[in-house]
């Protein structure tokens, strides 16, 4: 059984960065590639960023492209999303989420990812 638990959230005023963290169980970390998502409240789960199971390929949404980093650290089983120049509209549940081996669904779609941690709240103030 594969668990994802999400930290680093919190309450930010707009300009201002944190940093959340992914930690995972399990000795086949380093074979898949991650992700980070989020939720608003009212809104649908959208895709923020991915990774690739090395480090060497990054994704992200355009609405966050510049602002946040994702990476990771195999040797740690973690997966980092540095985030920077926070908006409000960047207030959300953050999620991250293993992806599927070997699949063909594109990375931003949340059907692409098959185990989810429990999320971590960030709520930007104006």
């Known amino acids: 059984q594969v668990q994802l638990v999400e930290s680093g959230g919190g309450l930010v005023q707009a300009g201002g960065s944190l940093r959340l963290s992914c930690a995972a169980s399990g000795r086949t970390f380093s074979n898949y590639a991650m992700g980070w998502f989020r939720q608003a409240p009212g809104k649908e789960r959208e895709f923020v960023a991915a990774?690739?199971?090395?480090?060497?390929?990054?994704y992200y949404a355009d609405s966050v492209k510049g602002r946040f980093t994702i990476s990771r650290d195999n040797a740690k089983n973690t997966v980092s999303l540095q985030m920077h120049s926070l908006k409000p509209e960047d207030t959300a549940v953050y999620y991250c989420?293993?992806?599927?081996?070997?699949?063909?669904?594109?990375?931003?779609?949340?059907?692409?990812?098959?185990?989810w941690g429990q999320g971590t709240q960030v709520t930007v103030s104006s």
């Open positions: 989420a293993r992806r599927v081996m070997f699949s063909s669904t594109h990375y931003s779609l949340s059907n692409a990812y098959d185990y």
């Open positions: 990774i690739n199971w090395s480090g060497t390929s990054t």
